[in-house]
């Protein structure tokens, strides 16, 4: 009998989870270890943010699931790996600190075979000075922080309501963010809640981000087919920014955050400061804090993670430069090369670039969107995870593994720009590969026909489904396994 110990409950490791039990779960053991103790479809913290849904309609107990499921649950947080076991444990571990009420604190060691490491990343806000709910901005990463960046609007609206004029400002809070999608949803989602509450022109909105162009979103834009014309991501971001009036901000670090005060430095060299009544800034990624250790005890954390403090998998990790790269530099299986019985997938692999052309300001400052990892791509290597393990338990060193690079992966993207049943919308995108390959594609890096997008009414009501849909497969109903990731 094998163990499969699953780091992290998010989009990649619940998967994971769920199709761990189905494929080997009646002859192996399952184990999850996660230190909240709620799952979170994270997509829909946007709809918290301005208050349009609950806290308690995104996330649910994961216990009852694991419990229903027969898979361990040990609510805690992965802190060391022993890959190769030690003088005690001839098995390799996992050391973990519980945050289970019951038993918050204690140490524990879990014994694995096969290690998936989908711990997403640690919201590195301590990155940007002042950055964050710890200082002067409000985030929507999590359900928690997206309740408190819903009542800080409410009371910027009924300022506004009250005849204040307002300055709103949203965006990423670093040189090095990803996740500019969710930045430009809030965005949107804010200024459609404005409208609604019948203040629209008491506000200035400004979307801060270090995109040199808007509509880049981390992955170097994408040229679309659009009723049959070819059009690009940044054309038609740019026409929502003016038809909506919201002023941009491009290619801009944050260098730190003060009361009402954003300080930033852009690509060319300007330095400026934004004042705000209202600020959402998203932080810089970086992996959690785990290390790792062999068997006399050493740390080896510096070859089983990137300086990210991300896990390195079988991607090229050489440095070359940007120009460089090719689509085959991505990770294909998410093994790690040193111990090829743990796997990283979802936000915790470590990307070998970036997608998007990285930049320095003038003095230096590194002003480069890192790739995205959205949820489509985490679920997908959550499962290829899983599935590699199950050959690998059956054939052993003839394991044939599967691979699913994101050089070779579509990605569905919906991003909203307001809720509502009937005035709401959202952008609808696809994109074939989510990296760009340019062997294969020389125009754009994608397939034009394959890459496509669309705003409206019905993008609502697609993420709206979505959202309903996850939480279904998630909650491991009826037929789960049968809705995609
Ligand atoms: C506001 C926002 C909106 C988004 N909207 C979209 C969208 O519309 N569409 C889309 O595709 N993507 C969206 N994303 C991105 C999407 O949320 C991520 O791609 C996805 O959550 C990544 O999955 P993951 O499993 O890698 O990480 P996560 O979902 O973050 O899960 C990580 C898990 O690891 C746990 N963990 C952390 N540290 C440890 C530790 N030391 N030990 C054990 N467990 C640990 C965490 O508690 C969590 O359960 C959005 C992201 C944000 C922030």
């Known amino acids: 009998m094998a163990t499969v110990v699953i780091l992290g409950a998010g989009i990649a490791g619940h998967t994971a989870a769920l199709h761990a039990k189905r494929l080997l779960g009646k002859s192996h053991e399952i184990v999850v270890i996660s230190p909240n103790s709620k799952w979170n479809w994270i997509p829909s913290n946007i709809w918290v943010g301005v208050g349009k849904m609950t806290a308690e309609q995104v996330t649910f107990p994961l216990a009852p699931i694991y419990a229903r499921k027969g898979i361990t649950f040990h609510q805690g947080l992965a802190q060391k790996i022993f890959p190769e076991g030690n003088s005690d444990s001839k098995r390799p571990f996992v050391e973990i600190t519980y945050t289970d009420p019951t038993r918050v604190g204690e140490v524990a060691h879990v014994q694995y075979d096969f290690l998936v490491n989908a711990t997403g990343p640690k919201l590195n806000f301590a990155a940007t000075q002042g950055l964050g709910p710890g200082g002067h901005t409000v985030s929507v990463c999590t359900a928690g922080h997206a309740v408190e960046a819903a009542k800080s609007l409410k009371d910027v609206i009924a300022d506004m309501k009250a005849g204040k004029k307002k300055q709103i400002a949203i965006g990423v809070g670093h040189g090095t963010c990803t996740c500019e999608g969710a930045a430009f949803e809030y965005t949107f989602n804010v200024e459609h809640e404005l409208r609604a509450a019948g203040v629209r022109d008491m506000a200035e909105i400004y979307y ?278």
């Not at 509509?215 to 834009?221: I, L, N, P, R, T």
């Not at 954003?262 to 959402?280: H, K, N, R």
């Not at 994101?406 to 049943?421: E, P, Q, R």
């Not at 990296?435 to 009501?461: C, M, Q």
């Open 208 to 485: 801060l981000t270090n995109e040199y162009e808007l509509g880049d979103f981390g992955v170097g834009g994408l040229v679309f087919t659009q009723e049959g014309f070819q059009t690009s991501s940044k054309l038609w971001t740019e026409s929502l920014f003016r038809e909506r009036n919201i002023h941009a901000i491009l290619g801009a670090h944050v260098s730190k955050v003060e009361a009402g005060v954003i300080f930033y430095e852009q690509v060319d060299g300007t330095e400026a400061t934004l004042s705000f009544d209202f600020a959402m800034l998203l932080p810089p990624f970086r992996g959690v804090d785990l290390k790792a250790f062999d068997f006399a005890g050493t740390d080896i954390s510096d070859k089983l993670f990137a300086p990210s403090g991300f896990m390195k998998v079988d991607a090229d990790y050489n440095g070359k430069p940007y120009e460089e790269w090719l689509a085959d530099d991505w990770p294909k299986n998410y093994r790690n090369p040193l111990f090829p019985n743990i796997f990283a997938v979802g936000i915790a692999f470590a990307p070998p670039h970036q997608i998007s052309k990285p930049r320095k300001s003038p003095k230096g400052t590194l002003i480069a969107p890192s790739p995205p990892r959205t949820g489509m791509p985490s679920g997908i290597m959550g499962k290829l995870a899983i599935l590699s393990i199950k050959e690998l338990i059956e054939n052993g060193p003839f394991a044939q593994v599967p691979t699913a690079s994101m050089a070779d992966m579509g990605a569905a993207c919906v991003a909203s720009a307001g809720s509502g049943l009937r005035d709401g919308s959202a952008a609808s995108m696809t994109m074939y590969p989510v990296v760009p390959d340019f062997l294969k594609y020389p125009n754009s890096g994608r397939s034009a026909p394959d890459t496509f997008g669309e705003i409206g009414l019905s993008g609502h009501w697609i993420k709206l489904l979505l959202h309903y849909m996850f939480i279904y497969k998630a909650k491991a109903r009826f037929g789960w396994s049968l809705i995609p990731e």
